[in-house]
């Protein structure tokens, strides 16, 4: 998935497992920016197992491993 495609507060899913968890996308951080300290861009996500659950982990993925959920 694209930078340009992804919006903040929508979920996404995993392209290696598509079925098990969620991402709920917090916020996309630029390269060279805040805490991303690499030479592309990152998105900030609260890694959760259900669509409703009322927290999360905070993880940081590439763009390209998350796709749009069914």
Do not use: W
């Not at 259900?50 to 993925?61: D, E, P």
């Amino acid at each position: 998935m694209r930078v340009q495609d992804i919006k903040i507060g929508e979920y996404l899913r995993f392209k290696e497992h598509p079925d098990y968890s969620y991402a709920k996308v917090l916020e996309i951080l630029p390269p060279k920016t805040g805490v991303n300290t690499k030479n592309y861009s990152i998105v900030k996500c609260e890694h959760i197992v259900y669509s409703n659950n009322t927290f999360g982990f905070i993880r940081y993925f590439r763009p390209s491993i998350l796709i749009r959920s069914k």
